[in-house]
């Protein structure tokens, strides 16, 4: 078995081994690619300062690009008895370059490595989640102008109350998600910062040059206070499960508004047959189970924020 970072001449229980592992290595997968990346950056700030020659950074930057490729193409994996991702690149490295793969680590904990990885990460599912929402304000806020002269009538407290429109309804829940987006932006902009530096939450007394990997890997800014950027585990999770819930909220409250027009003592929208299932006794019905589940599953998301 590979020794771990950490590991010095004690052998850890196998109970406790497996308790505190856990599901580590298959959910490092997902860091893969932000910890070749953070690799590479760090290095070359290395070399910057002199803490790696010149001869040795292309050597590890070709090495790290061929490792990011095989990421890219679903080649790599995290071996049994390698502890993690982090422990998985430098085990190739080392393999290939000898004892030259070791010095990616100097004045690096694994603390700060994790952090930069599941910044990068978060990041880059933040980015996508944005375009996401997006897509679906531009589609609400073309129904909204599709639909801005049908009526339909306005409920309070599930009673008919007053004369509106179907395109109105569309053109509430477009600018639902655009307050929801706010929150997300919010959670960006604190996920956006570099802690890479803070080694276990004390610095390193090497002179880092942390600006420089701020710069590398597009951060706005850094977690300026080391001590900081390592009390923030688990804040940014908890910051972007808030901005991740408000859009839930919203999703959510579409989605029942869609299932309670589709029933028949409304009968304001009528689903496609083949986007409904039916039921094992009652082939009449059409039963509006992506709507439903999507309530279901906006529940869950709602939840996360407690969970962290």
Same mark, same amino acid.
């Given at each position: 078995?590979?020794?771990?970072?950490?590991?010095?001449?004690?052998?850890?229980?196998? #109970?406790?081994?497996?308790?505190? $592992?856990?599901?580590?290595? !298959? /959910?490092? %997968?997902?860091?893969?690619?932000? =910890? +070749?990346?953070?690799?590479?950056?760090?290095?070359?700030?290395?070399?910057?300062?002199?803490?790696?020659?010149?001869?040795?950074?292309?050597?590890?930057?070709?090495?790290?690009?061929?490792?990011?490729?095989?990421?890219?193409?679903?080649?790599?994996?995290? #071996?049994?008895?390698?502890?993690? $991702?982090?422990?998985?690149? !430098? /085990?190739? %490295?080392?393999?290939?370059?000898? =004892? +030259?793969?070791?010095?990616?680590?100097?004045?690096?904990?694994?603390?700060?490595?994790?952090?930069?990885?599941?910044?990068?990460?978060?990041?880059?599912?933040?980015?996508?989640?944005?375009?996401?929402?997006?897509?679906?304000?531009?589609?609400?806020?073309?129904?909204?102008?599709?639909?801005?002269?049908?009526?339909?009538?306005?409920?309070?407290?599930?009673?008919?109350?007053?004369?509106?429109?179907?395109?109105?309804?569309?053109?509430?829940?477009?600018?639902?998600?655009?307050?929801?987006?706010?929150?997300?932006?919010?959670?960006?902009?604190?996920?956006?910062?570099?802690?890479?530096?803070?080694?276990?939450?004390?610095?390193?007394?090497?002179?880092?040059?942390?600006?420089?990997?701020?710069?590398?890997?597009?951060?706005?800014?850094?977690?300026?206070?080391?001590?900081?950027?390592?009390?923030?585990?688990?804040?940014?999770?908890?910051?972007?499960?808030?901005?991740?819930?408000?859009?839930?909220?919203?999703?959510?409250?579409?989605?029942?508004?869609?299932?309670?027009?589709?029933?028949?003592?409304?009968?304001?929208?009528?689903?496609?047959?083949?986007?409904?299932?039916?039921?094992?006794?009652?082939?009449?019905?059409?039963?509006?189970?992506?709507?439903?589940?999507?309530?279901?599953?906006?529940?869950?998301?709602?939840?996360?924020?407690?969970?962290?």
């Amino acid at each position: 078995m590979a020794s771990k970072l950490w590991e010095k001449n004690t052998e850890v229980n196998q #109970e406790i081994e497996k308790f505190t $592992v856990g599901r580590d290595r !298959e /959910l490092d %997968l997902y860091l893969a690619r932000y =910890d +070749v990346l953070g690799s590479m950056a760090h290095i070359t700030m290395l070399e910057s300062i002199g803490l790696l020659g010149k001869d040795e950074q292309p050597v590890l930057l070709e090495e790290l690009r061929r490792i990011h490729a095989d990421i890219e193409a679903g080649r790599f994996i995290i #071996e049994e008895g390698v502890e993690d $991702v982090h422990s998985q690149v !430098e /085990l190739l %490295l080392t393999r290939k370059l000898g =004892d +030259v793969g070791k010095k990616i680590h100097s004045g690096r904990s694994r603390n700060d490595q994790v952090l930069v990885d599941l910044k990068l990460f978060t990041r880059a599912q933040l980015q996508d989640i944005a375009e996401e929402v997006r897509v679906l304000f531009e589609e609400l806020q073309a129904q909204s102008e599709r639909y801005k002269g049908v009526l339909m009538p306005g409920y309070t407290h599930l009673q008919v109350a007053m004369p509106s429109s179907f395109g109105l309804w569309f053109g509430a829940y477009a600018e639902s998600l655009v307050d929801d987006l706010l929150f997300l932006q919010a959670a960006y902009k604190m996920t956006n910062r570099n802690p890479l530096g803070s080694a276990a939450g004390y610095g390193s007394s090497f002179p880092l040059n942390r600006t420089l990997t701020t710069e590398l890997l597009g951060f706005d800014s850094m977690n300026y206070n080391v001590v900081y950027a390592q009390m923030g585990r688990g804040k940014m999770e908890r910051n972007v499960a808030f901005a991740l819930a408000g859009i839930a909220g919203t999703l959510s409250k579409l989605a029942f508004d869609a299932c309670l027009f589709n029933s028949q003592n409304f009968g304001f929208v009528k689903l496609p047959d083949n986007c409904t299932t039916g039921s094992s006794i009652m082939p009449h019905k059409k039963n509006p189970d992506v709507f439903e589940l999507t309530r279901a599953k906006c529940n869950k998301i709602q939840a996360l924020p407690q969970q962290i």
